[in-house]
């Protein structure tokens, strides 16, 4: 079951609990009205029976040993149901259906008692005769109940009839505001589903937030704010990736066509062979990390030994230090340093790093690990020209190249970025540091 469609509704969910929590309210209401009322009803009754019993009882006296009526000029006998018995004869009887004469006739000889005869709708209530300190005969006054259960039922129907009206007249007012309180959200989340698609750069802007919707407009604009961020930085980071990647993409195809042009000699196809192999390290080393990347994003962090991970990378670029007459080195911590980040993730994150020391750096490059601020620290560090501080952000974005960079001509320009983003996605960051030589800070998760 998927429950009834209309209910999906936040309004109609809403419309139908306040409906049904008064329905429940009234019906308890009218109910507990109508049971008290009944209750009165009987006891009025019952009030009224006694008071007539009393003034008949001021009526009756006795002569000569016999109970005797005294005649007023009201004549309540004749106009009341009266009945009055001395013993098991009756002295005074009304006229009065069959059925009520004989219940009024069983009440001769008990004691004072209320009977309802429900044949014909009466209620009979008699008491003992008393004169003298002996008991004489009974009085039994009756009282027909049809003007209590027409007043009874009456209030029944405009209890309900009342209880129906303030249902409607409530639901109909709930409806409205729940409409008009509501009405507002649903129009602005239509225009945030719409500038989502169609316009990142409109806004609410309904000012401070004072209330409710000011609150949920204002949310609405942050979020909106950093979605058209994330898409922009998308956006551009694979705009610039394309861009960039066509330069060595493209020397590569170049340099394959100009080899097959014509016969040359086996080193300059060694030589042709070199070039095409380092554009195509660039291009796969560049995929391998917009890989590992979205792997980050997407799957749970492992752990791995900070010492090994750095090792690993210094081994690799071990080679083009050499050629460079580079020493590189990887500086052993006292104690084991577990980072929160699988192994292959900090290797790609490093190796941009050492390469890059490894390429401006005139004689040494080193990397060093240790705990701090409750993560681990990775310091790459090389003797070359350094890192100018205007140039300390701008280097990790992507296509965009430092100074020595730039004299340098070789890269494409998105080590840094990429490291980066891996950093940020493991929880940690990079950060370049101004001064004498290259020195970066890679922080990532302790395990």
Known sequence: MTGWRPL????????????????????????????????????DAN?????????????????????????????????????????????????????????????????????DVRESDTRLYSTPVVIGGRRVGTLVTG??????????????????????????????????LLRSALSPV?????????????????????????????????????????????????????????????????KLIAEAELALRRERSTDAYREAIAIILRNGLQLARTVETLVAAAQQELAPRG???????AAEVVEACARAAGERGIRIAVEKPAQPVRVGVDADIVERILQPLVENACRYGHAT?????????????FLVEDDGPGIDSAERDAIFEPGTRGAAGRRDGEGAGLGLALARRLARGAAGDIEAQAGDGGRFVVTLPAA
């Open 143 to 176: 009282l027909s109940l049809a003007p209590y259960e027409q007043t009874r039922k009456s209030a029944l129907v405009g209890s309900l009839a009342l209880a129906a009206l303030l249902l409607g007249l409530v639901g109909i007012a709930v409806y409205l």
């Open 186 to 250: 649903a129009r602005m989340t239509a225009q945030a589903a719409a500038w989502s698609e169609h316009d990142l750069d409109r806004r609410f802007e309904l000012g401070d937030p004072h209330d409710e919707l000011t609150r949920l407009a204002a949310t609405l604009d942050g979020l909106l704010d950093r979605l058209a961020a994330s898409l922009r930085h998308e956006r551009r980071f694979s705009a610039e990736i394309s861009h960039e990647l066509r330069t060595p993409l493209a």
């Open 303 to 309: 752990t791995a030994d900070g010492y090994a991970a």
């Open 365 to 377: 490059v080193g990397v060093a690990i240790r705990r701090a601020r409750g993560g681990v620290e």
């Open 8 to 43: 999906r509704d936040v309004r109609a969910r809403l419309l139908a609990i306040v409906l049904v929590a008064l329905a429940l309210a009234l019906g308890a209401a009218t109910y507990g009205f109508n049971v008290l009322f009944a209750h009165t009803s009987s006891r």
């Open 47 to 115: 009030t009224l029976l006694r008071t007539r019993a009393d003034s008949e009882l001021a009526l009756l006296d006795l002569r000569n040993g016999r109970l005797h009526v005294e005649e007023t000029n009201d004549d309540l006998l004749g106009d009341s149901n009266i009945w009055v018995f001395a013993g098991a004869r009756a002295i005074e009887t009304p006229r009065a259906r069959p059925e009520v004469a004989e219940a009024a006739r069983a009440l001769a000889p008990g004691p004072s008692r209320f009977v």
